[in-house]
C-alpha cells in the first residue's frame, strides 16, 4: 500500500517495536521492592530460551520464584491488556470515523465497572479470585450488546446513533454503579476506587491464562480483516457503494472490539488512555492504513503498558505508582508532543 | 440548431436494449416521498444529465439507483433484472456510485482509496493482487494523479480529489457510472474536465448518469438530458427537446430564459426577475438606515 512519505518510518517500524517490547519486558522484570540482580535475570533469560550462559552469580530460589510467579505474569497481564485496548481502540475510531472513540465509546467500560462493583458489593471478589474479572467482563459485554441493540434501527447501526447509545448507557450505567457504591461500606469502597484506577498488582497466572486466548484471538481476527477496515473507513456511504455488507461488518468488528476491551478491563481493572492515544501515535507515524496500523497498534499499546507499570514502580521503590495514573502521566505529555510535532489530520 | 452536432449524433433513442431501467419507480425517504412513478432506460454509451431545481429529488434518485436507498414502490432494473436481484459486490462490479460530497477521514494515500475501487472484485479473505494495481495504476493515469499516488488525500485541492474519486469509480470497471453532482463547487477547468471524461467513457460504451446544476454544461457534454421537478420527469430527451424556456420555467418555478451565446454557440440560461419590492425594502434596513453611502 501507499508508502511514500511515510516510507521511511514504516520500515523501520516494527523491529523498533519488537526492540521496545524486549525493553519493556526487561525493565518489568527488573523492578520491585524485591532486589534482583538484573544481569541474573538476564542470564536466566538466556538460559530459558536454551542458550546456556556462564553464571556468575545465580539466582536463588526466592528470587526465581519472584521472578517467575509474580513479576512474570504481572508483565504478561500488562502486555495482553495493553495490547487488547489499543487494537480496539484503533479499531473502533476506523467504525466511527471519530478521532475521540475509544474502548469506553461503547459503554463497555461502564459496564465493566458495575460488574466490578456488584461483585465487590456481594462479597463475591475477596473470597474468589476470578470473581472480579469475571464479573467486569460480563458487564462490559452488556453494556457493548445493549448499546448495539440500541442504536440499530432497520437493521442498519448508525455510528451517531452508537455514539450516542454508548455515552448514554455509560452515563446510566455509571450511575447505578454509584448508587451501589453508596450502600456499601467504606473498605468495600476502597477496593472498588482502587479497581476502577487499573493495575496490575497480585497478577497471576491464572489472569494471563484468562486473557490469552480472548485477546489474541479478537487481535488476530481483526488484523485478518484489516482491509475491511479501511473501507469503513471511507464512510457509510462510500463502502455501500464498493460492494461491502457494512452493518454484517460492523457488527463484526464492534464484537470483536468490545470482546477485547472486555477482556483487558477484566484482567487489568479500567485503564484508560492506551486505547486512544497508542492508535493515535502509530497513525501519525506509519499512516491510517489498518494493515500496518493493527499490528502496530497491538506491540506497541502492549509495549506502552508494560513500560508505565515498570516505570511506575521504579518511580517509587517503596510502593508504586499504580499502571492507570502512569498510563496518563506518560501518554498525554507524549502525544501532545506527536500533535505538535506533526500537523495531524485525521 | 447546429451547437456540438458531433455530440448529438447517436439517436437519444438507441436500438440496444435499456441496460439501467426504472419502471414506475418511486423514491423517497420513511415519511416523505420525493419522486412518483417515474421511468426511463438507459442504454449503453449514453451519458445522461439529471438537471432540475434543489431538492428535487436528483440524488434520492441516483442513491436508489445506487442501492443506497430502497425504493418505495415500482422496481430498478440492471441488465434486465431488478437490483435488488444481485449481491452486494456482484452489484458494485456492475454500477459504480460516486455519493455527493465525499469528505475522506483520516489521512489515506490517493493509491490507498483508488485501490478501494478493487473492493468488489476480492473474497473477503483476499488482498489486492498485482491485476488490482495494475487496474488501480491505469485509473490514476488515466485521471492524470499518478503524480499524487503517495500524497494524502487531505494535502490535494477538491479538483484534485474529484479525480481521485474518479479513479476510484473507474478501477471499480463498471458498465454503469452514476455520478453525483462530481463537479459542483469545482473550477470550470476541472469541471469542463470531468465531463470530458464523461464523454469520452461514454463513448467508449459505457453508461453514466450524472448529476448536474451547470445547464449549460449538460447541454455542453450530455447526449441526453432528464428533468426531475415536481415530484416526477418532466421532460426527458436531447438538450435541445429539454432546454425550452416553458419546460425549464414550469421546473424551477421562475422565469428562465434561453438563449445561445454569441461566440461560443453555447446555451445561455438565465433567469428574469423583477425584485420585489420586500426585498426593496428589507435592502434598505440591511444597509443601515441612511443607507450604505451615508455612513461613509
Same mark, same amino acid.
Given at each position: 500500500m501507499g508508502v511514500g512519505r511515510r516510507g521511511k518510518a514504516a520500515h523501520g517500524a516494527f523491529p523498533v517495536l519488537v526492540l521496545a517490547i524486549l525493553l519493556a519486558f526487561f525493565f518489568s522484570l527488573c523492578a520491585g521492592q524485591y532486589d534482583i540482580d538484573p544481569l541474573a535475570i538476564l542470564e536466566k533469560a538466556m538460559e530459558m530460551l536454551g542458550i546456556p550462559v556462564r553464571s556468575g552469580a545465580p539466582l536463588t530460589a526466592e528470587q526465581e520464584a519472584v521472578l517467575l510467579h509474580i513479576r512474570a505474569p504481572r508483565t504478561l497481564v500488562g502486555f495482553l491488556a495493553g495490547a487488547g485496548l489499543a487494537v480496539s481502540g484503533a479499531v473502533l475510531q476506523g467504525i466511527f470515523?471519530? #478521532? &475521540?472513540?475509544? #474502548?469506553?465509546i461503547i459503554g463497555a467500560t461502564a459496564g465493566a465497572s458495575l460488574g466490578a462493583c456488584l461483585a465487590i458489593g456481594m462479597g463475591l471478589a475477596s473470597g474468589m479470585l476470578l470473581a472480579l474479572p469475571v464479573a467486569a467482563f460480563l458487564g462490559a459485554i452488556f453494556a457493548a450488546l445493549l448499546a448495539v441493540a440500541l442504536a440499530m434501527r432497520h437493521g442498519r447501526i448508525g455510528t451517531l446513533a452508537l455514539l450516542l447509545s454508548g455515552v448514554v448507557v455509560g452515563m446510566f450505567l455509571a450511575a447505578v454503579t454509584a448508587a451501589v457504591l453508596t450502600s456499601l461500606d467504606a473498605s468495600k469502597m476502597q477496593q472498588y476506587l482502587f479497581w476502577t484506577i487499573g493495575s496490575l498488582d497480585y497478577r497471576r497466572w491464572d489472569h494471563v491464562l484468562l486473557g490469552l486466548f480472548p485477546i489474541l484471538i479478537s487481535a488476530l481476527l481483526m488484523m485478518a480483516l484489516s482491509r475491511h477496515l479501511d473501507i469503513l473507513a471511507l464512510g457509510e456511504a462510500e463502502a455501500r457503494a464498493v460492494g461491502m455488507r457494512v452493518t454484517a461488518y460492523r457488527a463484526i468488528f464492534l464484537a470483536l472490539a468490545a470482546l477485547s476491551t472486555a477482556t483487558a478491563v477484566c484482567i487489568s481493572g479500567s485503564i484508560g488512555f492506551v486505547g486512544l492515544v497508542v492508535p493515535h501515535a502509530v497513525r501519525l507515524l &506509519?499512516? #491510517?492504513?489498518y494493515r500496518r496500523l493493527l499490528p502496530a497498534s497491538f506491540l506497541a499499546g502492549g509495549a506502552f503498558l508494560v513500560f508505565c507499570d515498570a516505570a511506575g514502580r521504579i518511580l517509587l521503590p517503596t510502593g508504586e505508582i499504580r499502571v492507570g495514573i502512569m498510563t496518563a502521566f506518560l501518554g498525554a505529555p507524549y502525544f501532545l508532543f506527536l500533535l505538535r510535532r506533526y500537523v495531524y489530520r485525521i | 440548431m447546429e451547437r456540438d452536432m458531433f455530440l448529438h *449524433?447517436? +439517436?437519444?433513442? *438507441?436500438?440496444?436494449? +435499456?441496460?439501467l431501467e426504472a419502471r414506475s419507480l418511486s423514491v423517497g425517504y420513511e415519511r416523505r416521498?420525493?419522486? =412518483?412513478?417515474i421511468s426511463f432506460g438507459a442504454a449503453r454509451g449514453e451519458l445522461i444529465g439529471l438537471i432540475g431545481p434543489? @431538492?428535487? @429529488?436528483k440524488s434520492t434518485l441516483m442513491k436508489t439507483l445506487g442501492r443506497a436507498l430502497t425504493p418505495l414502490s415500482g422496481t430498478a432494473f440492471l441488465e434486465g433484472r431488478p437490483?435488488?436481484?444481485?449481491s452486494a459486490k456482484a452489484f458494485a462490479r456492475r454500477v459504480a456510485y460516486l455519493p455527493q460530497r465525499t469528505e475522506p477521514t483520516f489521512s489515506y494515500t490517493v493509491r490507498e482509496i483508488v485501490l478501494a475501487g478493487r473492493y468488489p472484485y476480492l473474497s473477503w479473505w483476499q488482498g489486492e493482487g498485482r491485476a488490482d494495481r495494475e487496474v488501480a495504476e491505469a485509473a490514476m493515469a488515466y485521471t492524470g494523479i499518478r503524480a499524487l499516488?503517495?500524497? *494524502?488525500? =487531505?494535502?490535494? *485541492?477538491g479538483g484534485q480529489l474529484q479525480r481521485v474519486l474518479l479513479a476510484k469509480v473507474l478501477a471499480q470497471q463498471t458498465p454503469v457510472l452514476l455520478l453525483d453532482e +462530481?463537479?459542483? @463547487?469545482?473550477?470550470l477547468m476541472y469541471q469542463e474536465e470531468l465531463f470530458r471524461f464523461s464523454r469520452a467513457l461514454a463513448a467508449a460504451g459505457k453508461t453514466i448518469l450524472v448529476v448536474v446544476h451547470e445547464l449549460s454544461l449538460a447541454a455542453r457534454f450530455c447526449s441526453r438530458l432528464i428533468l426531475i421537478g415536481k415530484g416526477r420527469c418532466m421532460a426527458d430527451g436531447t438538450p435541445d427537446e429539454v432546454l425550452r424556456p416553458k419546460i425549464l420555467s414550469e421546473a424551477y418555478d421562475t422565469d428562465v430564459c434561453v438563449g445561445t451565446h454569441p461566440v461560443t454557440h453555447h446555451y445561455d440560461i438565465y433567469t428574469k426577475v423583477q425584485p420585489p419590492a420586500e426585498e426593496q425594502a428589507c435592502l434598505r434596513i440591511l444597509l443601515g438606515e441612511e443607507g450604505f453611502h451615508g455612513r461613509w
Open positions: 470515523r471519530n #478521532p &475521540l472513540a475509544d #474502548p469506553g &506509519l499512516g #491510517p492504513g | *449524433s447517436a +439517436p437519444p433513442t *438507441s436500438p440496444d436494449p +435499456p441496460l416521498r420525493v419522486l =412518483d412513478k434543489n @431538492g428535487a @429529488g437490483l435488488d436481484a444481485f499516488a503517495d500524497a *494524502s488525500i =487531505d494535502q490535494i *485541492s +462530481p463537479a459542483t @463547487g469545482l473550477d
